[in-house]
Every structure is written in C-alpha cells, then in structure tokens.
C-alpha cells in the first residue's frame, strides 16, 4: 500500500513538474510574440511582412514547443553536438544515400 502511495506522489509531483514547465514555456511564448508586434510596429513594417514574421514564429514554436534547440546545442561539446546533429538528419541521408 505505501509503495502504490509513493508511486502515486511521485507520478503527482512529476505531472506538476512538467505543467509548471509548460506554462513557463508558454509565458516566454507570449512575452516573445507581444516584443515582436512591438518592434515590428515600431519598424513600421507592412503587413505582408509581420504576417510571415508571425507565421514563421507559430512555426517554430509548433516546432520546439519553446526550446531553444541551438542554444542548447551551441553549449555542448563540439563531438558532442556532431553526434547529435547525426542522430537526428540520419533518416534523411538514409532516405538519399541508395
């Protein structure tokens, strides 16, 4: 009974965790979105241009969900971010090699 208890605590604590996490992503979404309506009204771009510039950030977060990949890579090891960068175009070059 104690361990399905614990168990159950930890599961609890872990799900909290990562809605915390969620939802600080998705602050630092919002906050990124309104600086860049901001510069891009301040810069008085034309419409054509915030459109993709807004279509390019969805993107992106659809992406990453709010992680910055190449900054986490750019503080890994040089061999390190090369095996990275391998695991993850390999399905692509096995799709191009014969």
Known sequence: ????????LFL???????????SVRIEEMRVKRRDTEQWMAHRLLPENLKDRIMR??????????GVDEEGLLK?????????????LCLSLLMKVLP
């Open 1 to 8: 009974m104690c361990a399905i208890l614990y168990s159950f």
């Open 75 to 87: 503080n890994l090891p040089k061999d390190l971010r090369r095996e990275i960068k391998r695991h």
């Open 56 to 65: 390019h950030e969805q993107y992106r977060w659809q992406e990453t969900r």
């Open 12 to 22: 609890f604590g872990e799900l909290q965790t990562y809605l915390q996490s969620a």
